[in-house]
């Protein structure tokens, strides 16, 4: 929903005109923009504070630029940018639809269907960002927005700007409660398979109304993200088990976005993917609904001052007649207007399949002259060829209206397969097919094989381009089977996790109605659990006051 600019609201940024709010969060104020030629963007103007830290437009226009590589029909493009304006803003696609949170909270949880729908475009949109080198740290119901043709992944990569900031202001980790992953939470290393997580969170969200950690302060959510199994139950058996794989804890388990599309499939988003009750409410976000408010706020003056009684209207006998003719002249003038308008609706032709210059061609011969275009990896074989456009062919649209182009980039690798290898042997293979930018973690994955590759992403034949991150997952040598201490005295329980070597152990006492008083009622991780010795195993005992 547009809402009206307020009067601290900058009127325009950059080369863009700003015509109402769309929103707002951690990072800065969202706008709905209009370019010279009419497009609608929507702008996201940093915050002051965060703008003023040393440092933060640096890594701003890094992860913009990493941003501009990401494509897909699920993810809204990034389009202008400027990191050393007197505020660092960026512009995307404007998407006509509300939020996933607007429309849950507006007219309730998606039908199955729509959940399965919605959870293949999110794999594919994350798939897209992951092969940019990108991880979103912030997927979130507010984050995804839901359009006639599918979802689509909004604010990716971006937060990373601002997390060398906001730790260092107030310890702070980026993302949202509830939505966050288990490593995210905890400060650690995140990697694609956080976004993994954070996917499994808002699929449950779209299908039940509600995270499945609950509701509850920051504190609270997070130590369940943490230690407590996720409440899948109300979950519908078609979606559960894939949004429990989404839910594992350990990273190294939890399914790729490769591995989730080739479960779900892929395939055309039907035209009425969305019910009923939520598809109405897209109508109110098409760009022929939107009005700027200055427009709304001049018919308001207008309206006041025709009456106003200081300002009594004159009596001209000649007038009505003048009035009549200008009417008549200015009706003729607008249906010329109307007939020679150039937005009149024309056919999108088919493009796919054509070099650049031909789709280019194609498409300015049908009148469409706006063509914002993007080289990715797609497997299709035909380098520099146009894989996907958006608006599908055949489709009815303005002229003015933009028409996005996919096409195949030449510089693609094959990611080959390093999972068994250590360190120094997965990277020298790696670098040897031309990818040098590769995070690694270590952790606890269950496997016997100290520092070996456990899990990589993406996966092992994805096709990306040499500059993208691939991201390794090993094993540590630190791990230790955590010991069954449910049931013991708090001394006894830390004396058993001290002798199998830990010695970060943090209690809580709650009322769970259990007569063993002072005894463990739950532990996390669960008994039996690989944990590296440096991490906290946490204890809940049962309190006396109960």
């Given at each position: 929903?547009?809402?009206?600019?307020?009067?601290?609201?900058?009127?325009?940024?950059?080369?863009?005109?700003?015509?109402?709010?769309?929103?707002?969060?951690?990072?800065?104020?969202?706008?709905?923009?209009?370019?010279?030629?009419?497009?609608?963007?929507?702008?996201?103007?940093?915050?002051?504070?965060?703008?003023?830290?040393?440092?933060?437009?640096?890594?701003?226009?890094?992860?913009?630029?990493?941003?501009r590589?990401?494509?897909?029909?699920?993810?809204?493009?990034?389009?202008?940018?400027?990191?050393?304006?007197?505020?660092?803003?960026?512009?995307?696609?404007?998407?006509?639809?509300?939020?996933?949170?607007?429309?849950?909270?507006?007219?309730?949880p998606?039908?199955?269907?729509?959940?399965?729908?919605?959870a293949?475009?999110?794999?594919?949109?994350?798939?897209?960002?992951?092969?940019?080198?990108?991880?979103?740290?912030?997927?979130k119901?507010s984050?995804?927005?839901?359009?006639?043709?599918?979802?689509?992944?909004?604010?990716?990569?971006?937060?990373r700007?601002?997390?060398?900031?906001?730790?260092?202001?107030?310890?702070?980790?980026?993302?949202?409660?509830?939505?966050?992953?288990?490593?995210?939470?905890?400060?650690?290393?995140?990697?694609?398979?956080?976004?993994?997580?954070?996917?499994?969170?808002?699929?449950?969200?779209a299908?039940?109304?509600?995270?499945?950690?609950?509701?509850?302060?920051?504190a609270?959510?997070?130590?369940?993200?943490?230690?407590?199994?996720?409440?899948?139950?109300?979950?519908?058996?078609?979606?559960?088990?894939?949004?429990?794989?989404?839910?594992?804890?350990?990273?190294?388990?939890?399914?790729?976005?490769?591995?989730?599309?080739?479960?779900?499939?892929?395939?055309?988003?039907?035209?009425?993917?969305?019910p009923?009750?939520?598809?109405?409410?897209?109508?109110?976000?098409?760009?022929?609904?939107?009005?700027?408010?200055?427009?709304?706020?001049?018919?308001?003056?207008?309206?006041?001052n025709?009456?106003?009684?200081?300002?009594?209207?004159?009596?001209?006998?000649?007038?009505?007649?003048?009035?009549?003719?200008?009417?008549?002249?200015?009706?003729?003038?607008?249906?010329?207007a109307?007939?020679?308008?150039?937005?009149?609706?024309?056919?999108?032709?088919?493009?796919?399949?054509?070099?650049?210059?031909?789709?280019?061609?194609?498409?300015?011969?049908?009148?469409?002259?706006?063509?914002?275009?993007?080289?990715?990896?797609?497997?299709?074989?035909?380098?520099?060829?146009?894989?996907?456009?958006?608006?599908?062919?055949?489709?009815?649209?303005?002229?003015?209206?933009?028409?996005h182009?996919?096409?195949?980039a030449?510089?693609?690798?094959?990611?080959?397969?390093?999972?068994?290898?250590?360190?120094?042997?997965?990277?020298?293979?790696?670098?040897?097919?031309?990818?040098?930018?590769?995070?690694?973690?270590?952790?606890?994955?269950?496997?016997?094989?100290?520092s070996?590759?456990?899990?990589?992403?993406?996966?092992?034949?994805?096709?990306?381009?040499?500059t993208?991150?691939?991201h390794?997952?090993?094993?540590?040598?630190?791990?230790?089977?955590?010991?069954?201490?449910?049931?013991?005295?708090?001394?006894?329980?830390?004396?058993?996790?001290?002798?199998a070597?830990?010695?970060?152990?943090?209690?809580?006492?709650?009322?769970?109605?259990?007569?063993?008083i002072?005894?463990?009622?739950?532990?996390?991780?669960?008994?039996?659990?690989?944990?590296?010795?440096?991490?906290?195993?946490?204890?809940?005992?049962?309190?006396?006051?109960?």
């Open positions: 929903m547009v809402l009206e600019l307020q009067p601290e609201d900058p009127r325009s940024v950059g080369p863009y005109s700003l015509l109402g709010r769309l929103g707002g969060g951690g990072m800065g104020q969202v706008y709905l923009g209009r370019s010279r030629g009419r497009r609608l963007v929507a702008v996201k103007v940093i915050r002051p504070e965060l703008a003023g830290e040393p440092g933060f437009r640096a890594r701003f226009a890094r992860e913009v630029a990493a941003a590589n990401v494509g897909g029909l699920f993810t809204a493009l990034v389009v202008d940018d400027d990191a050393q304006g007197p505020v660092p803003w960026l512009a995307t696609a404007y998407v006509a639809g509300p939020s996933l949170a607007e429309a849950v909270a507006e007219r309730g998606l039908p199955i269907g729509s959940v399965l729908t919605l293949a475009g999110l794999a594919e949109g994350l798939k897209e960002i992951h092969a940019a080198g990108l991880v979103h740290r912030d997927l119901p984050n995804v927005l839901l359009a006639h043709d599918g979802p689509r992944v909004i604010d990716f990569g971006i937060s700007a601002a997390e060398a900031t906001m730790l260092t202001q107030s310890g702070m980790v980026i993302g949202s409660p509830g939505f966050m992953s288990p490593e995210q939470a905890e400060g650690g290393v995140v990697g694609p398979p956080s976004d993994i997580f954070s996917l499994g969170t808002v699929l449950a969200f299908a039940t109304g509600v995270g499945p950690f609950g509701t509850g302060s920051t609270a959510l997070l130590f369940r993200i943490v230690h407590s199994e996720p409440d899948t139950t109300s979950l519908p058996g078609e979606i559960r088990p894939l949004v429990e794989r989404c839910l594992t804890k350990s990273p190294a388990l939890r399914p790729t976005s490769s591995d989730l599309l080739a479960e779900l499939g892929a395939g055309q988003v039907a035209a009425d993917w969305l009923v009750p939520h598809a109405e409410e897209l109508s109110r976000y098409e760009p022929a609904t939107v009005t700027g408010p200055e427009v709304r706020q001049d018919q308001k003056d207008a309206a006041q025709r009456h106003r009684p200081d300002n009594p209207p004159r009596r001209n006998r000649h007038r009505p007649l003048w009035g009549t003719a200008i009417a008549a002249v200015l009706a003729i003038a607008a249906a010329i109307f007939l020679s308008w150039p937005t009149s609706l024309s056919s999108i032709p088919d493009v796919r399949g054509d070099s650049l210059t031909a789709a280019a061609s194609a498409l300015k011969s049908a009148g469409f002259h706006d063509i914002p275009y993007l080289y990715s990896c797609y497997g299709s074989g035909n380098s520099g060829g146009v894989v996907r456009q958006d608006p599908a062919a055949g489709t009815h649209m303005a002229r003015t209206s933009p028409v182009l996919y096409l195949e030449d510089n693609c690798h094959g990611v080959p397969n390093v999972i068994g290898m250590n360190l120094s042997d997965a990277a020298d293979k790696l670098k040897s097919s031309g990818y040098h930018n590769i995070p690694y973690l270590y952790s606890c994955y269950g496997s016997d094989n100290f070996d590759v456990v899990q990589q992403s993406p996966a092992a034949g994805t096709r990306i381009v040499a993208s991150a691939v390794l997952y090993l094993q540590a040598d630190n791990c230790h089977a955590v010991p069954d201490v449910i049931g013991m005295k708090l001394s006894n329980a830390a004396a058993a996790l001290k002798q070597g830990f010695t970060d152990i943090p209690y809580v006492y709650k009322c769970y109605g259990s007569t063993e002072n005894a463990v009622v739950k532990q996390s991780p669960a008994a039996g659990t690989n944990h590296s010795h440096l991490q906290p195993v946490y204890l809940e005992l049962q309190a006396t006051n109960c």
